[in-house]
């Protein structure tokens, strides 16, 4: 199979992992310059198998470099909204289509960011952590990241409602990812888009990944917050916009 992709193809396939690299380390959301990119280049099921794999090499590394900043008394509150929502996006995943999918996400998560923007500039903004604030936030992140690998948008609002620090920030959300992640990956098994194929590519890709994992880490150590959190909350924003293109 990497022998029947053109030059531009391995172009863009290459681009696409350094920004999962980036942004497991740095910038969360690039992820979605990859989701773009790898669904330019290869079939819907097939870019989202491929990515799930390179999403999980990107956790690792992610948790290493950040094993004693998470926030674990937040991680454990989302468990159950996030299984939840991982379930309903199988089912959604295995009933609609690409477009329909893609489409009903990104409106979503472009609501949800906006009402999480408005919240966060109330002079006494409500407390997101509550039990329904957890519940709704971690079955939409399970549920998007299911359907779609773009849970990025709906935990990063959440993560940064949390006031957490950028080491913080990107420490909590590597362990959530990459718990999120595994328990993807039977489903994605099971629905047929993890295959040889893709684990092939994978291979091929991971360098890449690395690489730009560690070049993330020594950008993030540069950054202060002001110019970390207009910056992700920008990505973010452009995160979800693209599933309505």
């Excluded at 942004?23 to 990515?51: C, D, E, N, Q, R």
């Amino acid at each position: 199979m990497l022998t029947m992709l053109s030059t531009s193809t391995w172009v863009v396939l290459i681009i696409a992992a350094a920004a999962i690299g980036i942004s497991k380390t740095a910038l969360p959301g690039a992820a979605t310059l990859a989701v773009a990119l790898f669904a330019a280049v290869l079939p819907a099921k097939a870019s989202t198998g491929t990515m799930l794999v390179l999403l999980l090499v990107g956790d690792v590394l992610a948790i290493w470099m950040y094993r004693r900043d998470a926030d674990w008394p937040t991680l454990r509150r989302l468990v159950p909204g996030v299984l939840a929502g991982v379930v309903l996006g199988a089912v959604f995943l295995r009933l609609a289509s690409d477009a329909a999918t893609k489409t009903f996400i990104g409106a979503l998560l472009l609501v949800l960011i906006a009402v999480t923007l408005l919240l966060m500039r109330l002079p006494k903004p409500p407390q997101i952590q509550g039990r329904v604030g957890r519940a709704i936030y971690g079955t939409l992140a399970g549920f998007t990241t299911m359907a779609a690998n773009a849970g990025g948008p709906v935990t990063t609002m959440y993560f940064l409602a949390s006031r957490f620090s950028i080491t913080t920030f990107l420490g909590t959300t590597a362990w959530f990812f990459f718990l999120v992640n595994l328990v993807k990956l039977p489903f994605s098994i099971g629905l047929g888009i993890i295959h040889v194929d893709t684990l092939v590519m994978d291979a091929a890709l991971v360098p890449v990944v690395i690489l730009a994992a560690f070049a993330g880490r020594a950008l993030a150590t540069r950054m202060n917050e002001k110019i970390f959190n207009p910056l992700v909350t920008i990505l973010t924003i452009g995160s979800a916009t693209y599933l309505l293109v």
